[in-house]
Structure formats: structure tokens, C-alpha cells
T-cell receptor
Framework: GQQVMQIPQYQHVQEGEDFTTYCNSS?????IQWYKQRPGGHPVFLIQ?????EVKKQKRLTFQFGEAKKNSSLHITATQTTDVGTYFC?????????????FGEGTQLTVNP | KAGVTQTPRYLIKTRGQQVTLSCSPI?????VSWYQQTPGQGLQFLFE???????NKGNFPGRFSGRQFSNSRSEMNVSTLELGDSALYLC????????????FGPGTRLTVL
């Protein structure tokens, strides 16, 4: 079945440093979504990428979807303590998959002030 | 608009018992998905319901079942509980069947003793 791998598992940064997490799927994806889960919280939707090579920005966050639609990345510029949490990528296989998401293992980000 | 609600928030059961968890999606959302989150396995898809029909099912044993009512509310049931069923069970709702962001509820923390 479809597998989504995400690295690194943990990332510790100083406030102001940049952060990147990478996601790779074993199969071509229809779309990929990114979620953030704060400690003790639940996943919160950040963004959805659908097109090959798509790049989307949300303030300090930049999301990319690979040309082959099998990989994706999330880059945070100048991290802040509010960025703390676990970032998950989640792949969707297309219409036959419905809303089913295959989640990566997540990257846990800690930010030292 | 109220978010996804899940009840109960915490549950303690013993091995062999059964449990029913409830999820009320965001008003107007017709898709409800269930996920199990554990430290070891991460976020794993259980099943998805749309218009009262199970549309997708993950790789979980038959002890895990669910249903959706005409008002889109959903329940999941786990019979003959095992220690390994201890997890955070998350419900997510979406407006349509596919290609849409998922809104997660706060989850039900199930502990099996």
C-alpha cells in the first residue's frame, strides 16, 4: 500500500533559524496536505498542494510539491516559539481514496528562545 | 461555526470490553473519517463515511467498526479491547468526499488496562 515517509523525525532549532521537513511517497499522489499538531492538541490543516511543481507560501511558511508528485517539503523561515509542534504531511491517492490520508511520521519541532 | 466535537474525551476500559466513540462533524460536512494515533504507529486511517456509507477502510481488524447517521454524526466501535488499542482516536470531517481539507476534532483518549 501507499507509504509516506517524513524526515527528520526531530528538529531542534534556535529561534530565528530556518527549518525544513521533507516528505516522500512510495506512489504518485493526487494531492498532499500539511498539518500541524501542537503538544496535547489535534492536527490542524495548513495547506493542500495539488499541481505538479506547485509552490505555496503562507507568511514564513513555504510549501512545495515535487514535479513527480511524490515528494513535498515545508520550509519555515526565521522560526518563532509559536512554531513549536509536530508537522505532518499527508498524501491523498485521488478520487477513489476519498478523503483518506496517509500520514507521514511527522517532524517534531522544538524552538529554543 | 462550531468545530468537530468528540465524546467522550477520555475513556478507561479493561481488556475484553467494548467501547463506542462519538463524533459530530462541522455543520454541513458530510464526510467523516476516523484515525488512530499512537506514539509507535503515528496517525493511521481507520475508515471514512460519506452519506451514511463506508467509502474507505484502513488495515484494522474487524473489531473496529463504525457507522454514520443521516445527520452526518458518526460513531466508531471497538469490540474485545486489547492493550494495543490504547490510543488517541481522532475524527475528521470534510465538506465533500475527496480533495478537501480535513478538520480534526480534539480526539478521544482511550486507555485499555
Amino acid at each position: 500500500g501507499q507509504q509516506v515517509m517524513q524526515i527528520p523525525q526531530y528538529q531542534h532549532v534556535q529561534e530565528g533559524e530556518d527549518f525544513t521537513t521533507y516528505c516522500n511517497s512510495s506512489t504518485t499522489l493526487s494531492n498532499i496536505q500539511w498539518y500541524k499538531q501542537r503538544p496535547g492538541g489535534h492536527p490542524v490543516f495548513l495547506i493542500q498542494l495539488v499541481k505538479s511543481g506547485e509552490v505555496k507560501k503562507q507568511k514564513r511558511l513555504t510549501f512545495q510539491f515535487g514535479e513527480a508528485k511524490k515528494n513535498s517539503s515545508l520550509h519555515i523561515t526565521a522560526t518563532q516559539t509559536t512554531d513549536v509542534g509536530t508537522y505532518f504531511c499527508a498524501g491523498n491517492g485521488g478520487e477513489t481514496s476519498g478523503s483518506r490520508l496517509t500520514f507521514g511520521e511527522g517532524t517534531q519541532l522544538t524552538v529554543n528562545p | 461555526k462550531a468545530g468537530v466535537t468528540q465524546t467522550p474525551r477520555y475513556l478507561i476500559k479493561t481488556r475484553g470490553q467494548q467501547v463506542t466513540l462519538s463524533c459530530s462533524p462541522i455543520s454541513g460536512h458530510r464526510s467523516v473519517s476516523w484515525y488512530q494515533q499512537t506514539p509507535g504507529q503515528g496517525l493511521q486511517f481507520l475508515f471514512e463515511y460519506f452519506s451514511e456509507t463506508q467509502r474507505n477502510k484502513g488495515n484494522f481488524p474487524g473489531r473496529f467498526s463504525g457507522r454514520q447517521f443521516s445527520n452526518s454524526r458518526s460513531e466508531m466501535n471497538v469490540s474485545t479491547l486489547e492493550l494495543g488499542d490504547s490510543a488517541l482516536y481522532l475524527c475528521a470531517s470534510g465538506r465533500v468526499y475527496s480533495y478537501n481539507e480535513q478538520f480534526f476534532g480534539p480526539g478521544t483518549r482511550l486507555t485499555v488496562l
